[in-house]
């Protein structure tokens, strides 16, 4: 040990230290990254370590004075990043990332209060540069400086190297998918540290801002054209039917449309649903057209009219885009937007693309009571979510388009006993049979939301929209799902059932139609706004109205596999939808290409942030 002080390695190793040590305790503290069990504990403690032997390791390339002013130079650097975090965590509860950078607003923002929040606290993130300065003031003649010889350089890197895969492995037992899936900056710095995060976060940007400076607004010419060619003519008797009305627009977590009309031991499953839809109109050849960003790519789609990415959910990859979303349209049009989920606002990245939406009001956790009684599993229980929602919804200006987010029917489905309403299923697959238990609860809640909308008279001026975000039971339960359905789940079946619930309700139908025009959540947008009587024939949008009477029988799935009124294609297969037997390719070979195209012409938008150039293309 003693000799330890003696290493010219010793001066980085004790910044590195320091730097570790400092910022674990000071975020630890401060940021309210909720720590559940010892791994986490651990995996958070060590995250930040791997980054600062990297960064000081830069120090091993000079020798003498300089090692000792590139170790000084690096602490500040650090210091600053930690404490310009803090200052803004105790602002607006998230980390900074680079678009936060340029939205200048929010700095404006920040600036008038930032007096405030500095306080001698704010200083304990240079403690360390302190520490040093003093250290190498006096000790500057004993240390040892000398030049580090190739070979130590090349292990001091390696033993990094195998840190840092450790930590990920750990991060990533403990959170699957991190870094594919990671919605929640709270997650991120949790399981990688906060410096780290900032790497991810600077890497995330410059994909995008390489792939937007290249792009040109002769790119969405094209594309305009395309959608000009493929846009069909609205059905005139549905056109403006709604005009002026309230759109309520519900996102039923998980719900796949296999469930409409099934039972479980001789019990409906979704009474209310089955109700419903004989007094509304109902889509039942309907899609999710959903990637890694499930349940924000469902909102992605059906506010754009867009496809979700391919990788990634474009929640979190675009949030500054420019867009045309549905508010934004509807604002034009004199509306009033709101979005009602009771989670945490930043998840899915939701508080900064809600902005970029021009949503006027977001309504989440805080604004709900959330008590351990009437929450499981997610979050605030369905039923009590729409209660307090319509409470608010009450003050919110009209007309409005309101959208509510349920959460209850999300995996692993827990419900407590008093809320299961029918039995488990019995395959003996926990999921599968539980399933059916928590959709039932959303039905119920469903059911209760409409009839609180009529007390309180909001139904009447309102159309109701209500659709699956995605699919519930994945391919890892077919087992279970072969038993309930009482079929083998070919690949042909696993494209079926990403059929997802679809409705519209006008107020006081009470005549429903089922109609099964194949189609998908890029469609809802349009469909609504011709329900509205706005104007949308312009717009860069990929679906058609459903109710336009020669609507291209066409849906496509964000893996590129799609469905037809003849065909569905998947995993390079083209079967007959009749027979679900395979046949020759050639039969699919148009429909590939066209797949495709939408496909590419999509991220095109997204990615080249294309929509920028909208209506000054031309
Ligand atoms: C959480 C809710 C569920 O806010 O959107 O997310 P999911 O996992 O379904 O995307
Ligand atoms: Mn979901």
Redesign the pocket.
């Given at each position: 040990m003693k000799n330890i002080t003696k290493s010219n390695l010793w001066p980085i190793l004790l910044a590195s230290v320091l730097v570790w040590i400092k910022t674990y305790l000071i975020t630890r503290f401060t940021f309210d990254v909720e720590l559940e069990n010892f791994m986490q504990e651990f995996i958070y403690f060590i995250s930040t370590l791997s980054t600062s032997l990297v960064i000081f390791g830069l120090a091993l390339f000079s020798s003498g004075k300089k090692r000792l002013h590139t170790i000084m130079f690096i602490t500040f650097i650090f210091s600053f990043i930690l404490t310009a975090n803090t200052i803004f965590y105790a602002f607006y509860d998230d980390f900074i990332t680079v678009p936060v950078l340029f939205q200048s607003s929010n700095m404006a923002d920040l600036g008038t209060s930032i007096a405030e929040l500095i306080n001698l606290k704010t200083f304990l993130g240079f403690v360390d540069l302190v520490i040093l300065a003093v250290y190498f003031h006096f000790a500057k003649n004993t240390l040892n400086l000398e030049p580090v010889m190739r070979k130590i350089k090349s292990s001091y890197y390696m033993s990094i190297v195998i840190l840092i895969i450790f930590n990920l492995g750990l991060a990533e037992t403990e959170r699957p998918q991190l870094l594919t899936r990671s919605?929640d900056r709270k997650v991120l710095v949790k399981n990688i540290g906060l410096y780290n995060f900032h790497i991810y976060d600077i890497a995330i940007q410059s994909r995008t801002t390489a792939q937007k400076a290249l792009a040109d607004s002769t790119e969405l010419v094209d594309i305009e054209n395309y959608i000009e060619a493929n846009t069909k003519k609205p059905r005139p008797e549905m056109q403006g039917i709604a005009k002026g009305k309230n759109v309520i627009i519900v996102s039923m977590?998980?719900l796949q449309d296999f469930t409409i009309g099934s039972k479980v031991n001789g019990q409906e499953v979704t009474p209310f649903l089955n109700q419903f839809i004989k007094e509304s109109y109902y889509f039942n050849n309907f899609y999710h057209q959903t990637g890694q960003?499930?349940?924000?790519d469902a909102e992605f789609i059906i506010d754009n009219s867009l496809y979700p990415l391919d990788r990634g959910a474009v929640f979190f990859t675009h949030p500054n885009n420019r867009y045309l979303a549905t508010p934004e349209i509807l604002k034009q049009n004199g509306y009033y937007s709101a979005v009602f989920?009771a989670?945490?606002k930043s998840?899915?990245n939701?508080d900064v693309i809600y902005k970029t939406f021009k949503y006027d009001r977001f309504f989440d956790v805080e604004d709900y009571t959330v008590t351990p009684e009437n929450s499981i599993s997610?979050g605030l229980k369905d039923k009590e979510f729409f209660d307090q929602s319509v409470d608010m919804l009450k003050n919110v200006p009209q007309p409005f388009y309101a959208k509510f987010?349920t959460?209850t029917n999300?995996?692993p489905f827990l419900l407590n006993e008093e809320d299961k309403t029918i039995d488990e299923f019995n395959s003996g697959d926990k999921v599968v049979d539980k399933y059916f238990t928590t959709v039932r609860y959303l039905d119920e809640s469903l059911k209760q939301f409409v009839q609180k909308l009529k007390d309180d008279g909001l139904y009447e001026n309102s159309i109701i929209v209500f659709y699956g975000?995605?699919y519930g039971i994945s391919e890892n339960h077919n087992a279970a799902m072969e038993m309930y359905l009482g079929k083998p789940i070919t690949k042909f079946e696993t494209v079926q059932l990403q059929k997802v619930p679809f409705l519209i309700h006008i107020p006081n139908q009470k005549k429903g139609q089922t109609i099964s025009t194949v189609s998908g959540q890029v469609d809802i947008r349009p469909t609504l706004l011709n329900l509205l009587g706005i104007e949308s024939k312009d717009l860069v949008q990929f679906g058609n109205d459903l109710f336009a009477p020669d609507k291209y029988p066409f849906t496509v799935f964000r893996n590129g596999s799609f469905v037809t009124d003849k065909y569905i294609y998947t995993d390079s297969k083209c079967y007959d939808k009749t027979t679900g037997i395979e046949i020759e390719k050639e039969a699919c070979g148009p429909y590939v290409d066209k797949a495709k195209q939408e496909l590419q012409y999509s991220d095109k938008i997204i990615y080249g942030d294309l929509l920028r150039f909208y209506g000054k293309d031309k």
């Open positions: 919605f977590e998980s960003g499930k349940t924000s989920h989670n945490n998840f899915w939701r997610w987010l959460l999300h995996f975000d995605h």
